[in-house]
């Protein structure tokens, strides 16, 4: 089954406790993004990636890393998270742009407390 | 910068009921995508509307774009308390898609 998958689906931490959140797809699609979704403010995107070792920032990439290794995956790392980090995060896919349909992963809650 | 802005953010409605959402963008596009979410879900993707008067049914949802009036539409007809959801329309801009705020619609018996 085509698919975005993401782990954990939640996630309860504390500050400044470095956490990983990983992101796979298995459609072979060469544009991956990340967005977080907050009440009030809808999606923001996080970072996206372009092709293997292709990164970018989105519009509120403060607080985050990413990496493309490899073309199905692309990891969201908190180096030290904040509570203004606790969200609901989606990892997204698209095969070519990011302007193209994109397909989304189940989500990440995520909780700093 | 692109806005994007739908309206209304909320509509309750009986079933059987018909209404339509309305999703504004600022600036230029040739494109535009509707996305459902359900609670505590991901979005899924419903129409995806690439040229000016391109029109998308599908059961009960017709999505439509007008890109001179930089306005698409999302009409529910007859409403039943599955298509309760909160609806995102989305627009491209550069590589992202850049996300209205999101209707939730409540579809009452």
Known sequence: EAQVTQNPRYLITVTGKKLTVTCSQNMNHEYMSWYRQDPGLGLRQIYYSMNVEVTDKGDVPEGYKVSRKEKRNFPLILESPSPNQTSLYFCASSPNRGRETQYFGPGTRLLVL | ?109
């Open chain 2, 1 to 109: 910068e692109l806005k994007v802005e739908q309206n209304p953010l909320f509509l309750s409605m009986q079933e059987g009921k018909n209404y339509t959402i309305y999703c504004n963008y600022s600036t230029t596009s040739d494109r535009l995508y509707w996305y459902r979410q359900d609670p505590g879900k991901s979005l899924e993707s419903l129409f995806v509307l690439l040229s000016n008067g391109a029109v998308k049914q599908e059961g009960r949802l017709m999505a439509s774009l007008d890109t001179k009036a930089r306005l698409s539409t999302l009409h529910i007809t007859a409403a039943v308390h599955d298509l309760s959801a909160t609806y995102f329309c989305a627009v491209p801009r550069t590589e992202k898609l850049v996300f209205g705020k999101g209707t939730k619609l409540t579809v009452n018996p």
